[in-house]
């Protein structure tokens, strides 16, 4: 959700900003730019230092990448803030170019480490953070959401998290064990490429995961279909990716706990995902 809040005057003065305007970005985040570097709200320290981290040697085939700027005493984030390289370019749905930056993408992040803060579970009070990680292992462990209902987190509060906890239910029995090895990916790529025209696509953050790569590439083909207009054959054009109806299905399955879970979740969003569903079945 984008914030409204300013970069305050002592984390542009860390950053090195003082005496530039900030400007309000829409596709960042809830991002400001001042001149060539963007100051966005951090969700979670520990994930935004070790994007920016990656960030700052990663090369991409194909991809600008934002680059970050640390602060004058070293650090990545400020008081909640990171800054980074301005990267032109906006949204678009092109698809297709988008599948292809996440295959590029996953190239590079192969060979990273798994961070630590991945392996370790939710906890309460939760944080936008945890309803990702919890909806993440729902799409991946033998019954989803078993760990979140015996540590007493209440699922279902909604009727249309309901009809999604059991469309959850359904596609679960569909599954079947895969072999695709689990890496660094991003499972965040449907809103964080830019597009400025022919040029080069731009990717302005890395949202962590440790899953196969075909999986994220699921994940940005499911949002495609369920929410960004998506036309249907986008599940055939990259069906010849490694085990790819099982990683759309858990793909799909992670969408919908995120959507059963996420206390900002809207009854609108569901229909979309529900005609994916659809769309995943005849696939498998």
Partial sequence: ?????????????????????????????GGW????????????HARAAWSAKVRETL???????????????????????RADTFVDGAPEPRHDEVVSVSL??????AQLERP???????????????????????????????????????TGATPDAQRSLELIAQLATLRK?????????????????????AHTPGLTDITPYWRPAVWAAGVVVVDALAWGGGDDGLLERWSTLPEWPQMLLRALI???????????????????????????????
């Fill in 254 to 284: 992670f969408r919908l706990a995120v959507h059963a879970l996420h206390p900002r979740s809207t009854p609108e969003a569901f229909p979309g995902l529900a005609r994916t569903a659809d769309m995943v079945r005849l696939a498998l």
């Fill in 1 to 29: 959700m984008t914030t409204v809040i300013e970069p305050p005057e002592h984390v542009r003065a860390t950053f090195g900003l003082r005496e530039v305007t900030p400007v309000s970005l829409g596709d960042w985040d």
């Fill in 116 to 154: 630590r803060f991945l392996v370790q579970p939710p906890v309460a009070p939760w944080v936008d953070v945890d309803v990702f990680v919890a909806a993440d292992r729902a799409a991946w462990e033998s019954v989803p959401l078993r760990t979140l209902r015996a540590g007493g987190v209440q």
């Fill in 59 to 81: 090369a991409v085939d194909g991809v600008r990448l934002a680059r970050p700027v640390r602060a004058t005493d070293g650090r990545y984030v400020v008081s909640g803030w």
């Fill in 177 to 197: 064990p895969v072999r695709s090895p689990d890496q660094l990916v991003h499972g965040d790529l449907f809103g964080t490429v830019l597009f400025a025209g």
């Fill in 104 to 109: 590029r993408l996953h190239q590079s992040t």
């Fill in 33 to 44: 730019r001042l001149g060539d570097v963007v100051l966005s709200p951090v969700a979670d």
